[in-house]
């Protein structure tokens, strides 16, 4: 028998992702939950991948990431953002955009210390700031449009605020920030000595001729703030597991402490596959948003054929859709519903908030997926 253990993170089960990807198998559902493409990366990328590991590049990186790869990183936030950022200092690679966020709480929250998120928010914030001893302090988005209430956001900075988490584009609601947006928000920040931590792993995915706006775009904002990234959303390869943190010079290296003992480093092939391939073809996540947004506009007016109601998506691969006219169960137990009985699987909203709006009947389907998938997806939306 092992000596009984007392939960660090009672709350916590396994993520919604992994259940309703299990069910969605079990049942043999056309899986639009987990959000991951089921088409493969470009053609580039996989073979740089298998050259890499065939000429030898097969053991332990820099824990702080391939120099190419950090130099690409850095050249890409020039292109895309204007930043000048130092490749030796602030730059680091991860494994993956949720091992930078973790990597990043560590590194600045304390017991006692207060983060503040905005709800919904992504499933793997509050476990970090657990683990660190902090209290999440959650602040809801608007039910409606998901926008931000940034004098809520005031309301809840206290002293002991040490960190403020954003996510744009958001999972799951696909709300982007606006410029206005980053601006109240570095007037908000301006007074206090809060960090920032930016989730922006769908940078490259925003729609209808919108920019990304980043926090990097912004001084105030970038001169606090650890700016996470992943190359799983942008290159159709979230099973490698390569991501992305910048922040400044001393920001980075508090970073790296915690990263060098969490991961040490990151694969090193696929590093190199992602340095080749940023080099020769700059131009890929410049044609992302066009893909992906034809991908959203024939699923939506698919959908509008429905009885389910898609909601506006100004980024990221996710749709939310109203399915009140189907039906009045919960979320949790309508997704469950609709995977085995209907053969589709949807993620519910609420495991993303601390407490979600009363009598909310939002789900979220993934549009990273084959014209085929969701075709087949839409086929058994439209028999409801
Ligand atoms: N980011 C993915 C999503 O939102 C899931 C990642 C995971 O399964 N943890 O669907």
């Known amino acids: 028998m092992p000596p009984p253990i007392a939960s660090k993170l009672p709350k916590v089960g396994t993520t919604i992702f992994t259940v309703m990807s299990q069910l969605a198998a079990e049942h043999k559902a056309v899986n639009l939950g987990q959000g991951f493409p089921d088409y493969m990366p470009p053609a580039p990328l996989v073979e740089a991948l298998a050259r890499a590991m065939a000429e030898g590049k097969n053991q332990y990186a820099p824990m702080t990431g391939l120099p190419a790869l950090r130099q690409a990183i850095a050249a890409k936030v020039k292109r895309c953002y204007g930043r000048d950022v130092n490749v030796d200092t602030e730059v680091t690679v991860t494994s993956g955009g949720t091992e930078a966020i973790f990597d990043a709480v560590q590194a600045v929250v304390r017991p006692g210390d207060e983060v503040i998120v905005l709800d919904p928010a992504y499933d793997c914030y509050e476990p970090a700031v657990d683990l660190a001893g902090g209290r999440t302090i959650h602040v809801p988005l608007d039910p409606q449009d998901f926008g931000v209430d940034w004098d809520r956001v005031k309301a809840a900075l206290t002293k002991r605020t040490r960190a403020v988490m954003i996510n744009t584009p958001h999972n799951p609601c696909g709300a982007i920030f606006s410029k206005w947006d980053m601006e109240q928000l570095a007037a908000l920040l301006e007074p206090t000595g809060a960090f920032l931590i930016s989730d922006e792993v769908y940078e490259h995915i925003v729609y209808d001729g919108r920019r990304h706006e980043s ?145 909310q009947r939002l789900a979220r389907l993934c549009f990273a997926k084959a014209d085929a998938t969701l075709v087949a997806g839409i086929e058994r939306l439209g028999r409801i």
């Open 215 to 359: 926090v990097l775009r912004f001084p105030a904002l970038a001169d606090r703030a650890f700016a996470v990234s992943s190359f799983g959303k942008t290159y159709h390869c979230t099973g490698w597991k390569v991501g992305y943190c910048v922040a400044p010079p001393a920001l980075s290296a508090e970073f790296r402490k915690v990263h060098q003992f969490v991961t040490f480093a990151t694969s090193t092939p696929a590093q190199a596959a992602f340095a080749e391939m940023m080099a020769k073809h700059p131009e890929h996540d410049e044609g992302l948003s066009a893909f992906y947004q034809s991908k959203r506009d024939a699923f939506a007016e698919k959908l509008r054929g429905t009885r389910f109601r898609p909601l506006p998506v100004p980024g990221g691969y996710f749709q939310l859709v109203d399915y009140s006219a189907v039906s009045d169960l919960d979320d949790l137990a309508f997704c469950r519903w609709l995977t085995i009985e209907k053969g589709v699987t949807a993620i519910p909203l609420s495991p993303f908030y601390e407490a979600p709006p009363k009598g």
